[in-house]
């Protein structure tokens, strides 16, 4: 059974700093690319950032030299390490699987920037 656990959302002033967890069981997870999504209220799910299984990054343009993304394929484990948070950033942070996404998500996690 696939399944995705997301923590370490929280509250959190414009520019600082959050670290995102996800721990991923019931895939192939050394050999899967992973990906960290986000929604924000009222919009779409969006791609945030991804990671090759050989830990190889991409960002997408509104989070690159802000955000890195990391894993640890013993602890079947990606992570999220968001700096300088604006506004914009407040969303649910979800991982799955890069490209496509597999269908089942987890519950996410809630991170929220304001003053």
């Known amino acids: 059974q696939v399944q995705f656990v997301e923590s370490g959302g929280g509250l959190v002033q414009p520019g600082g700093s959050l670290r995102v967890s996800c721990v991923a069981s019931?895939?192939?997870?050394?050999?899967?690319?992973m990906a960290w999504y986000r929604q924000a209220p009222g919009t779409q799910r969006e791609l945030v950032a991804d990671i090759s299984g050989g830990g190889y990054p991409n960002y997408a343009a509104s989070v690159k030299g802000r955000f890195t993304i990391s894993r640890d394929n013993a602890k079947n484990t990606v992570y999220l390490q968001m700096n300088n948070l604006n506004l914009e950033d407040t969303a649910v942070y979800y991982c799955n699987r890069a490209g496509p996404p597999l269908r089942s998500w987890g519950w996410g996690t809630q991170v929220t920037v304001s003053s």
């Open positions: 019931g895939i192939p997870f050394r050999v899967y690319p």
